[in-house]
């Protein structure tokens, strides 16, 4: 099956998943963190400043990738080093006042995220593949804007249905999650570098949900220097480390 037909497989599983699964509303204890504590002046401080990594993170890419040869690979790792900075941003404004408004943006910025993350590997299946599928430049931007769109896409028809009391999370969990299923999928048409980096981001991504689901123990473990949720964004800005500035053509 090619690459361009996997796609189009996963979008019909997706759709297929949508219509079985009934709509799930935005939890809104969601919003409640076990840190809440003021940090540097700041409200839920330790949950907004551990949002930097990702900042540092995506600023040292922007740098590195703006010094290195001009290639497909380079260009769309310049866009994952941007929507890191955008995470940054996003989460860090979120945390510090949590509502579903603040939400949006968090999620929008993550979305751009998703958005790169699932168009770079897309782009290093087929260069691993050796096909046609993808032009290096035409088609992988092609692709990478419909991607965008969907994601963006699921936030905004997630807040509509929050403001029109429907709560409808269906779209963009399945963005998410079909979306890491695809990139574990593809690691075993990866290799070298090229695979290390993204098993590195798979296992951070797992960990990171972890903390995040035990946000209230690990804060109570740690006696409450740091929550799960403070660690979530630690290493999942980590994890990606080796995708925006480490790897580099096998």
């Known amino acids: 099956m090619t690459l361009n037909k996997r796609i189009l497989f ?14 799930i509303a935005q939890d809104l204890s969601y919003h409640t963190f076990a840190d809440q504590t003021h940090f540097c002046n700041l409200t839920n401080g330790m949950n907004v400043l551990s949002n930097v990594p990702y900042f540092i993170i995506g600023a040292i890419g922007l740098i590195k990738l703006f010094s290195a040869p001009k290639s497909s690979r380079n260009t769309l790792k310049m866009s994952l080093a941007i929507s890191l900075i955008l995470v940054a941003l996003g989460s860090g404004y979120y945390h510090l006042a949590p509502s579903n408004a603040t939400l949006l943006w968090d999620r929008l910025a993550m979305s751009t995220c998703f958005a790169a993350l699932l168009t770079l590997v897309c782009y290093e299946l087929n260069s691993a593949n050796n096909t046609a599928n993808l032009n290096p430049i035409a088609s992988v931007w092609k692709l990478g804007l419909a991607l965008l769109v969907a994601c963006l896409g699921s936030v905004l ?3 509509w249905s929050e403001l029109n009391n429907l709560g409808d999370l269906r779209a963009y969990a399945l963005i998410q999650f079909g979306g890491i299923l695809f990139i574990i999928i593809s690691l075993f048409r990866l290799s070298g570098n090229t695979q290390r980096a993204f098993f590195i981001l798979i296992i951070g991504y797992i960990l990171a949900k972890i903390c995040e689901h035990f946000d209230q123990q690990i804060y109570d473990v740690l006696n409450q220097t740091i929550s799960g949720h403070s660690l979530k964004h630690i290493i999942s800005g980590l994890a990606l480390a080796p995708l925006v500035i480490g790897y580099q053509d096998n």
Not at 10 to 23: D, H, K, N, Q, W
């Open 10 to 23: 996963g979008l019909l599983v997706s759709l297929a998943t949508f219509s079985l699964i009934t709509p």
């Open 157 to 159: 028809y997630w807040y």
